[in-house]
């Protein structure tokens, strides 16, 4: 349940702060919101789960972001798909800079944390988990 928590907080960060710079520069829609998601995926896979500086080599993180990357274009790809056609409630969502007729999909400071934690969340619980010490599970010679 600790690691669910981490997983919801790590990733909704890192969505948040990617998707607020993004929507600040304009990165909403179009190519660059591909980059945008992958660079949450990137940055969620490098954070959570065991940190990088406890790993065994450094690639462990490399490899968690890179697949990261890939998982959460997917995923914003489905998110066009299944959303694409609905449009983001201006009268609430004015603060974060949405405009009328904008669509949902289009608004990386909403989409951003959602995605993050889905993967977060993913991370966390397979990568996040304490192993079993060296020598306790192995039979032992007679």
Same mark, same amino acid.
């Given at each position: 349940? *600790?690691?669910?928590l981490l997983g919801l907080v790590k +990733? /909704? =960060?890192?969505?948040?702060? %990617? +998707?607020f710079a993004a929507s600040r520069v $304009?990165? $909403?829609a179009g190519a660059p919101a591909w980059l %945008? #998601? $992958?660079a949450i995926g990137f940055l969620v896979g490098i954070i959570c789960g065991k940190p990088p500086w406890r790993q065994e080599t450094i690639w462990t993180s490399i490899i968690k972001g890179v697949f990261g990357l890939a998982v959460c274009m997917f995923l914003f790809w489905v998110a066009r798909k299944l959303l694409g056609g609905m449009q983001a409630p201006a009268q609430i969502l004015a603060p974060l800079g949405v405009t009328?007729?904008?669509? !949902? *999909?289009?608004v990386p400071t909403l989409l /951003?944390? !959602? =995605?993050? =934690?889905? #993967?977060?969340v993913l991370v966390e619980v397979d990568d996040g988990g304490k192993s079993a010490p060296a020598g306790k599970g192995q039979a032992k010679p007679e």
């Open positions: 349940m *600790v690691r669910v +990733g /909704g =960060i890192v969505g948040a702060v %990617v +998707g $304009g990165f $909403g %945008v #998601y $992958g009328d007729g904008q669509a !949902l *999909v289009s /951003g944390p !959602l =995605i993050g =934690i889905l #993967y977060g």
